[in-house]
């Protein structure tokens, strides 16, 4: 998938960088080109030259700390979306940051790799939000959800639901449709929604979702596995779909939900 998102990592530590920049796949969020700066001047030079969408910012630097640069960077025609680091002695300094109105997740450090995938996740869900949606496009009229010939007893309905469950429980981790799972139960994909909504209680794709978190909240039991590994892994190519599809029906993120199971162990 072709990159939307650029980003840039400002922090003394060339370690620190270089984890940053080589060790998250950021391709998974569409996030590129990436950018460096070593400090606050560079910083402020980069971020002129390459208007950056987002910015990762490590508050204690020398010559030019994060706050001043923040103060600088408030002053420019286009500010980045900003993910601040730092320790617990500079909690002050970055509240001062996150009540500017820009920055938009304040990270300890050292941060994990899933928490700053999720705050670049939650950046690019804010510049989403302020671009117009695409206009929609209006079904014809008269098409309606006709029943096959003749029609189906209750029975032989529910039976074909369950049939359509089944099939998404065994096929959930790759490309599902409305579409594949109605020629599976030989009937329209009109019809099958319809069907599956009343008997269920709940449209196909709300099910499909729900059967993918399900698995992933397993998954995320085991911490080799990142973010982006467990999306791929119940059948989302689209990793911020599956952030987003997660924090909706478990009101957390994936790795929120993580952190939290494993602090009852």
């Not at 840039?8 to 391709?27: C, G, K, Q, T, Y």
């Not at 008269?142 to 359509?164: D, I, M, W």
């Not at 994909?189 to 499909?208: H, N």
């Amino acid at each position: 998938m072709p990159d939307k998102y650029s980003l840039m990592i400002v922090d003394d530590e060339e370690h620190a960088r270089r984890h940053i920049l080589e060790d998250i796949p950021w391709s998974t969020l569409e996030v590129g080109p990436l950018y460096e700066a070593a400090g606050g001047h560079s910083a402020l030079e980069g971020i002129v030259q390459h208007s950056p969408d987002i910015l990762i910012l490590d508050i204690r630097m020398p010559e030019m700390d994060g706050v001043e640069l923040l103060e600088r960077i408030m002053q420019l025609p286009r500010q980045p979306q900003i993910i601040t680091l730092s320790g617990y002695s500079d909690f002050d300094a970055a509240r001062k940051m996150l009540s500017s109105g820009i920055v938009v997740e304040y990270l300890l450090k050292p941060a994990s790799e899933d928490e700053l995938f999720e705050a670049v996740y939650k950046c690019i869900e804010r510049m989403d939000e302020k671009r117009p949606e695409p206009a929609r496009v209006q079904p014809e009229e008269g098409l309606e959800a006709r029943e096959p010939f003749p029609p189906l007893s209750h029975g032989v309905k529910r039976q074909t639901v369950e049939t359509v469950k089944e099939y998404i429980q065994e096929n959930y981790a790759k490309r599902i449709t409305l579409d594949m799972a109605a020629r599976h139960v030989y009937v329209s994909p009109t019809y099958l929604s319809k069907l599956f909504s009343a008997v269920e209680g709940i449209g196909f794709s709300d099910y499909l979702s729900q059967v993918r978190v399900q698995n992933a909240k397993r998954a995320l039991l085991d911490c080799r596995k990142r973010i982006y590994q467990v999306a791929e892994e119940v059948g989302y190519q689209d990793v911020k779909h599956f952030i987003k599809v997660f924090k909706k029906l478990e009101g957390m993120t994936p790795s929120q939900y993580r952190e939290t199971k494993l602090l009852e162990f």
